[in-house]
């Protein structure tokens, strides 16, 4: 059983002569549990989401898949309040999310687990972390991942609302930037097809998907009005 670890994340804090980037705050995940990778997400309002950090390009790409596509554990978590575990991604296992547990597996990713970050009874984010190798977390290991969780949880508000409030914030390598052109272009589609922020947003998705495209690919052709969703085809 793996013992109560607590963690200095004030250090982290951009109270503490500024953020000093979101490494910081996913390296115990990695580093005190049996996991390859971990990312940190703050999520808001129409899917408004920054991502604190992410210990590595395929933990990047696995938040980002979740994003794109709809899918996946991460939007359990922000639902329900409660971790996922999935031990492997057999598709018997990921036939909640096929396509995002299909392209996790491609990624080499064999087992996932997400863990909420909550303020009070309020999901505001998700942990996600994953392994190269199937096999659960045992009872220690999810103990202490939730602990940890609690334990991020001020720290990645703050780095959230700091990156959103700085525009030109640089961050750390590896990291995906703050999705600013996403909630720009849903904007764009409300004002060209008079319609909620919640269809635009979910028609930027379709067309994403649709065109095997990223979101951010996507959203970036609307700000720059290369693509506009009054003219494209039924």
């Not at 549990?33 to 899917?47: D, F, M």
């Amino acid at each position: 059983m793996a013992n109560a670890r607590t963690i200095d994340y004030s250090a982290s804090s951009p109270d503490r002569q500024g953020w000093v980037g979101g490494d910081d705050l996913c390296r115990p995940f990695v580093d005190l549990l049996s996991v390859t990778g971990a990312s940190i997400s703050v999520i808001g309002r129409l899917a408004r989401r920054v991502t604190v950090c992410s210990s590595d390009p395929v933990a990047a790409r696995l938040e980002g898949l979740q994003f794109d596509l709809g899918e996946g554990p991460q939007w359990e978590v922000m639902k329900t309040g409660m971790p996922v575990l999935s031990a492997d991604l057999s598709p018997r296992a990921t036939e909640r999310w096929p396509v995002f547990g299909t392209a996790a597996a491609r990624l080499g990713a064999a087992a996932l687990f997400a863990f909420p970050i909550a303020m009070g009874a309020v999901t505001v984010g998700v942990i996600d972390l994953y392994r190269t190798t199937p096999g659960a977390l045992d009872a220690g290991m999810v103990a202490l991942a939730r602990s940890l969780a609690n334990q991020v949880v001020s720290a990645a508000v703050a780095a959230a609302i700091r990156s959103a409030e700085e525009e030109n914030a640089s961050e750390a390598a590896g990291t995906p930037t703050i999705r600013r052109e996403v909630h720009q272009a849903t904007g764009m589609i409300v004002a060209q097809l008079d319609i909620s922020a919640t269809e635009a947003f979910s028609l930027l998705r379709g067309h994403a998907f649709a065109s095997g495209s990223t979101m951010e690919d996507v959203a970036t052709d609307v700000v720059e009005r290369l693509l506009d969703f009054r003219h494209l085809p039924n």
